[in-house]
């Protein structure tokens, strides 16, 4: 099993750009989960979909941030207009009926100048 | 209040000491509580899971879990310098999404 896959593993941009991170959940999980991690603000919940469903984007920060999961298999986040505050973390999890513990990927450290 | 909160540490332990990690948490409806293992850079990994009052036991590793408190800690016994590492709890409510603290980092001193 090649776990949760993330790309890219780092991302510099300017300002004012426009950022797609992309995820490959574990092959049968059905839970899809994108988290930010910053030192201040810890690990947050941004977005998580259930069997390719948004259910919860009650974290996403404002209308920059969007999410699809058009397929099983692959799901995107993406900041448009990024703006340097965005630079934080950005993992990918995924898990088995949303019930019991989550897998991550490697993550997207993303710095936004 | 924070829905889940950690000491930040850091915590200190000499090599071969046990370290207890503690996380409180607000949700009283809470029922399925974890730790991950985070090492500087990497990725959040699962090392345990509880959800009923009592001790769990796995290697070195103890969760006890007090709902009645509000309460999770995690033991870790004959600590090791490759412990080292920030240990986060997370709590869910059912079906739902994790929340999880701000971690404790943990230095196991040789």
């Known amino acids: 099993d090649a776990g949760v896959i993330q790309s890219p593993r780092h991302e510099v941009t300017e300002m004012g750009q426009e950022v797609t991170l992309r995820c490959k959940p574990i092959s049968g999980h059905n839970s899809l989960f994108w988290y930010r991690q910053t030192m201040m603000r810890g690990l947050e919940l941004l977005i998580y979909?259930?069997?390719?469903?948004?259910?919860?984007d009650s974290g996403m920060p404002e209308d920059r941030f969007s999410a699809k999961m058009p397929n099983a298999s692959f799901s995107t986040l993406k900041i448009q207009p990024s703006e340097p505050r965005d630079s934080a973390v950005y993992f990918c999890a995924s898990s088995r009926d949303r019930v019991g513990g989550y897998t991550f990927g490697s993550g997207t450290r993303l710095t936004v100048v | 209040q924070k829905e889940v909160e950690q000491n930040s540490g850091p915590l200190s332990v000499p090599e071969g000491a046990i370290a207890s990690l503690n996380c409180t948490y607000s949700d009283r409806g809470s029922q399925s509580f974890f730790w991950y293992r985070q090492y500087s850079g990497k990725s959040p990994e699962l090392i345990m899971s509880i959800y009923s009052n009592g001790d769990k036991e796995d290697g070195r590793f103890t969760a006890q879990l007090n709902k009645a408190s509000q309460y999770v800690s995690l033991l870790i016994r004959d600590s090791q310098p490759s412990d080292s590492a920030t240990y986060l709890c997370a709590v869910s409510r059912g079906a739902q999404k994790l929340v999880f603290g701000q971690g404790t980092r943990l230095t196991i001193n040789p």
């Open positions: 979909f259930n069997n390719n469903v948004p259910i919860d």
